[in-house]
T-cell receptor, first 111, second 114 residues
Framework: RKEVEQDPGPFNVPEGATVAFNCTYS??????FFWYRQDCRKEPKLLMS???SGNEDGRFTAQLNRASQYISLLIRDSKLSDSATYLCVVNSPGNTGKLIFGQGTTLQVKP | GAGVSQSPSNKVTEKGKDVELRCDPI?????LYWYRQSLGQGLEFLIYFQGNSAPDKSGLPSDRFSAERTGGSVSTLTIQRTQQEDSAVYLC????????????FGPGTRLTVL
């Protein structure tokens, strides 16, 4: 079983749609969680950290359920510029900062 | 300010040759990471440096892979006797500290082994 699992998609949605991505992780000792965004042939960039209380950044909302080991990302009012691959990322337990990446979910927003 | 830089951006080599990939982290970042991304695969961790030492090398796939970091700055990833399965994008990231600080990624080196 992969340490971080995501539905690879692709998700094809019209502009203005709301879309949700889900992710599960296997190591219950994990402490830090993130969503990264990766554009085609570019490096990953941090989109947002994910906290137990849930957090929102504009049109983006992230949720963490530690009991279910489940992470989600909700994008409201999708824009064409949101088209990218969204990577669910978990910090490996320990003190190294080593990141464990899901395979990513591809989003294509269409006019 | 300057971000993480990597060189070369692309490298094509023949099977069996050695290659060196370079990473210049953000100035002042003490933590440095190497990852690789193969076609159709997620990013996988290779090695972590804190200063010049590597407390976690657990992701290096074989003894053909090695890395060093000097002066707490530049890092070099060396792959000896390259194989076709080594073809991937090799990404470097740096962070102000290990253990959870935001990691900033470089643009990567795309390695193709023929």
């Amino acid at each position: 079983r992969k340490e971080v699992e995501q539905d690879p998609g692709p998700f094809n949605v019209p502009e203005g749609a709301t879309v949700a991505f889900n992710c599960t992780y296997s190591n219950s000792a994990s402490q830090s969680f993130f969503w990264y965004r990766q554009d085609c042939r570019k490096e990953p960039k941090l989109l947002m950290s994910v906290y137990s209380s849930g957090n929102e950044d504009g049109r983006f909302t992230a949720q963490l359920n530690r009991a279910s080991q489940y992470i989600s990302l909700l994008i409201r009012d999708s824009k064409l510029s949101d088209s990218a691959t969204y990577l669910c990322v978990v910090n490996s337990p320990g003190n190294t900062g080593k990141l464990i990446f899901g395979q990513g979910t591809t989003l294509q927003v269409k006019p | 300010g300057a971000g993480v830089s990597q060189s070369p951006s692309n490298k094509v080599t023949e099977k069996g040759k050695d290659v060196e990939l370079r990473c210049d982290p953000i100035s002042g970042h003490t933590a440095l990471y190497w990852y690789r991304q193969s076609l159709g695969q997620g990013l996988e961790f290779l090695i972590y440096f804190q200063g010049n030492s590597a407390p976690d090398k657990s992701g290096l796939p074989s003894d053909r892979f090695s890395a060093e970091r000097t002066g707490g700055s530049v890092s070099t990833l060396t792959i000896q006797r390259t194989q076709q399965e080594d073809s991937a994008v090799y990404l470097c990231a740096s962070s102000t500290r290990g253990g959870g600080g935001e990691q900033f990624f470089g643009p990567g080196t795309r390695l193709t082994v023929l």
